[in-house]
């Protein structure tokens, strides 16, 4: 039986977030898509004022995924939610539970600071996210639908 760790991230773990995040952008057809680098990482998961929270799950001693998660506000439930930006494992890790401790080691951070949700998106081609997520209980929220603004166009609105 492996042994799974899960543990807060620390900033000598920058490098190894910034592999994992590259792999998950290879694993989402998103490569091209990645462009923070360690020193911007560090900043927004080390800094004091961060606001960003970073995870590490390791097997057997050997760091093989991440979450990155947050904490938002639901004004119709008057309290914080937990926001899950990023899980990931290594693929030679999947299926030994390495995910489902991570994310219940968030659901048992939510419940401690008394949050009404914990949250995330997936991708709709990644079925086998999605299988998982429902297998613990989770539902998908078909009724929304996410908004983004980002680069010239988030300037642009911003400066209008």
């Not at 057997?60 to 926001?83: C, H, I, K, M, Q």
């Amino acid at each position: 039986m492996r042994r799974i760790q899960i543990r807060e991230a620390r900033p000598d773990d920058t490098a190894t977030i910034l592999q994992l995040i590259t792999e998950l952008a290879i694993y989402e057809k998103a490569e091209d898509k990645v462009l923070t680098d360690e020193a911007q990482l560090r900043a927004s998961l080390f800094a004091d004022d961060a606001t960003a929270h970073g995870l590490i799950c390791e097997v057997d001693g050997e760091p093989v995924g991440y979450a990155v998660y947050f904490f938002n506000f639901s004004t119709w439930l008057g309290r914080n939610g937990l926001y899950l930006e990023d899980l990931y494992i290594s693929p030679a890790y999947r299926q030994v539970g390495a995910g489902k401790a991570l994310l219940k080691h968030l659901a048992q951070q939510a419940v401690a600071r008394g949050c009404g949700r914990f949250e995330w998106s997936v991708l709709d081609w990644n079925t086998p996210a999605i299988g998982f997520y429902e297998s613990i209980g989770a539902e998908p929220q078909n009724e929304w639908v996410l908004y983004r603004l980002t680069g010239d166009a988030l300037v642009n609105f911003a400066n209008s």
